[in-house]
């Protein structure tokens, strides 16, 4: 028994699947079949995009949700409740505001039952190795941001955990702050002076788990999987302009980019389309950048993902979104990292303002089943008008209430831009704008 815990894999999960209720009683599937194994002495990334269900992985390994099927353990023992030697560090970080510094990092060692002088001085030397040596008794509205975060990590570090769990860990920071941060923690890391044997962390930053993880995991979303594992196999300190570097981001980029999946419910039976299509609130004046963007100098029409997010200053996960939204669209097609504008994306581009709504509309009513409908319904009733609630609820047959919501959010601000319906916020109606 002792042998097989000290052999066993740190975290072991086999076709761990997670299902959420949904509003209309049929249940969303978040996780399905999710293989993973983590072993000591490794950095070990989870990319996706929102939604993806990679903080509910998370929570799953943390222990604070069981998976609905499969298993998943810890040093060979079922996780039943947060195991022992496993911390967690989140976007940002609830520390207590009436507590200094010190006393935020002590607190992770009182609930272990750990002596006051040693808690101490466990302390100190974390808030000493992650940079924050002479902040021991600020408190944290003396801080910024960056150093809050650190406070954080401390926090999870002083506990000398196996497993440290970083959920989307640099994301609430800025650009600079969080550059430093990973470089420090990865430096840390590669000296063998922070004191864990393993990292898991989820991220939707492609350049990201390519800086920092030994392997990376890539989630496919709706419901999420691994669809594809790669080894990171550069050496440390990496350099995001190393041509190994940048090959290795633009084939992630391709991989999460082929085959794009319906950002919709695909439970048995249902189609992934139609009136079930999830639409992400994209702004019509964003897709309109995009495309006078494409069709000019130097683009011409087509576009590489990896470039044009530098270039718009947009992370991966937004400019995926908003891709896929001119493909759903028509107005462009995403294939192998690579994006083209449609011949109707390169007329929008010329057009003016008027013809511009004129071409939207029609292309929403095409090819969004839902906008279809709902002009259909204004135009067939006498009064020109109808509720939400009527589409809420046929959106909610098909996907959760969160996605209904950002579904309808979408449809209203398309609505309006293409000028095909006006909506009240007040009395929640739809109608027509010139009824005739
Ligand atoms: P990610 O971290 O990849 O962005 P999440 O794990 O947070 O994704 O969420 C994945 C999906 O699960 C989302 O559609 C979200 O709305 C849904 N979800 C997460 N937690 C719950 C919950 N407690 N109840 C219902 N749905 C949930
Ligand atoms: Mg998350």
Same mark, same amino acid.
């Given at each position: 028994m002792v042998e097989d815990r000290m052999t066993a894999d740190l975290i072991e999960l086999r076709n761990v699947s997670r299902l959420f209720p949904k509003g209309s009683g049929e249940d969303l599937?978040?996780?399905?079949d999710v293989d993973l194994t983590l072993r000591a002495g490794e950095i070990v990334g989870l990319l996706g @995009?929102?939604?993806?269900?990679k903080s509910t992985l998370l929570r799953i390994i943390a222990g604070l949700i069981s998976p609905s099927g499969g298993s998943a353990r810890c040093r060979g023992q079922d996780i039943n409740g947060p195991p022992d030697g496993v911390s967690m560090v989140f976007q940002s970080f609830a520390l207590f505001p009436w507590l200094t510094v010190l006393q935020n990092v002590e607190l992770g060692l009182e609930a272990l039952g750990i002596d006051r002088a040693e808690r101490r001085s466990r302390a100190l030397a974390a808030i000493d190795l992650i940079g924050?040596?002479?902040?021991?008794?600020?408190?944290?509205?003396?801080?910024s941001g960056g150093m809050r975060q650190r406070v954080g990590f401390a926090r999870a570090l002083v506990v000398h955990p196996d497993l440290l769990l970083m959920d989307e860990?640099?994301?609430?920071?800025d650009v600079l702050t969080a550059e430093t941060l990973r470089t420090d923690l990865i430096e840390l890391w590669v000296e063998g002076r922070l004191p864990i044997k393993s990292v898991l962390m989820v991220t939707h930053n492609i350049e990201e788990a390519v800086l920092m993880c030994d392997r990376i995991l890539v989630f496919s979303s709706n419901?999420? @999987?691994?669809a594809a594992e790669i080894k990171v196999e550069l050496p440390h300190p990496r350099n995001r302009l190393d041509p190994s570097f940048r090959q290795l981001v633009d084939s992630i980029y391709a991989r999460m980019t082929q085959r794009p999946e319906p950002r919709a419910a695909t439970i048995e039976g249902l189609p992934g389309t139609g009136v079930g299509l999830v639409l992400n609130h994209i702004s019509s004046n964003l897709m309109a950048g995009l495309m006078e963007t494409l069709a000019r100098e130097p683009y011409n029409g087509r576009a590489d993902l990896p470039v044009l997010a530098e270039t718009l200053q947009l992370e991966a996960d937004e400019l995926f979104v908003l891709a896929e939204t001119l493909q759903l669209l028509r107005f462009a097609q995403v294939s192998e990292g690579d994006i083209v504008l449609a011949e109707p994306g390169r007329r929008f581009a010329e057009l003016d303002t008027d013809a511009r709504k004129k071409l939207f509309a029609e292309h929403l009513i095409t090819y969004v089943p839902v906008i279809g409908l709902i002009r259909r319904v204004l135009d067939e009733r006498p009064s020109h008008t109808a509720p939400a609630a009527r589409f809420r609820n046929e959106l909610e047959d098909y996907m959760s209430e969160d996605y209904a919501d950002e579904t309808l959010k979408t449809i209203v601000s398309w609505g309006r831009y293409a000028e095909l319906f006006a909506y009240d916020e007040q009395s929640e109606l739809f109608s027509l704008e010139n009824p005739h």
């Open positions: 599937v978040v996780l399905e @995009r929102s939604g993806s269900g924050l040596d002479g902040y021991e008794s600020a408190y944290p509205k003396e801080l860990p640099f994301s609430a920071l419901p999420g @999987r691994v």
